[in-house]
């Protein structure tokens, strides 16, 4: 319960997820009083609606951050929940310890996971991929090893659909990376249709914020997946 392994490939990848896992691990002690009003307002009951639609079984969490969503996780289920990042991790394991969760927590990343194919039932995320370096690897290697049909839910954040407001998010992109490690102006619908088939999306928050169901691989996606365009 809440133990956290190491897994070595975590660390060994290129300079953007080495400067990816800085930036979490400098913010993780301040992270989630940071994000308590957005938390509050909206965020909170956004991860309680996700979650409660997440069967149970062998299920995986990408990028776990704090633990935030460790409560959310379907009684019975054998979780496993990763992050890159060490102190985002650290936090994960007490809230874990404190409350009672069974979830094993691993230091990862989530562009090279470190499970075989088909070993889980379902994966989530929550406004994970708008910050892994390379998302379409990240989200190939999601589908990866999430059996054939599993479902994988994901909440994220994206760039608005509004042509100004978008072109607004992409001038300040770099200034939002550089301060939180996220990206606002990606297309992470698109990058999961590249992977995965998409069942449904539901937009909230005027557009920018996305509930994607998606079944692991499509048939033609048992080939390697190429990489996505720096910056998407
Ligand atoms: C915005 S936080 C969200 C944390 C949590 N899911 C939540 O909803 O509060 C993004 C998280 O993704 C993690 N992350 C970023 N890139 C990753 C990668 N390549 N592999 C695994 N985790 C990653 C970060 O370390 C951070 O904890």
Known sequence: MGAMQEDRSAGNSNDDTRVTQGRYDRQAGLFDFMEAPVEFVAFKSLRKKLWSEVSGGRLLEIG?????????????????????SPRMLERAVRRA??????????????QHLPFRDDVFDAAAATFVFCSVPDPVLGLG???????????????????????????????????AVRLSGANINRDTVSNVARVMKVDSVASRGFGIIKVIRASAKRASTREPIAGSEPGR
Not at 64 to 76: D, I, R, S
Not at 97 to 110: F, K, N, P, T
Not at 141 to 169: F, K, P, Q, T, Y
């Open 141 to 175: 290697e999601v589908s990866r090893v999430v059996r054939d049909d599993g479902r994988i839910h994901l909440l994220e954040h994206v760039r608005s659909g509004n042509s100004i407001i978008g072109r607004i998010m992409d001038l300040l992109n770099s200034l």
């Open 64 to 84: 776990v951050g704090t633990g935030k969503n460790l409560g959310y996780h379907p009684e019975g289920s054998r979780s496993v929940a990763i992050d890159l």
């Open 97 to 110: 310890e404190r409350s009672g969760s069974q979830v094993d927590l691993i230091l990862a990343d989530a």
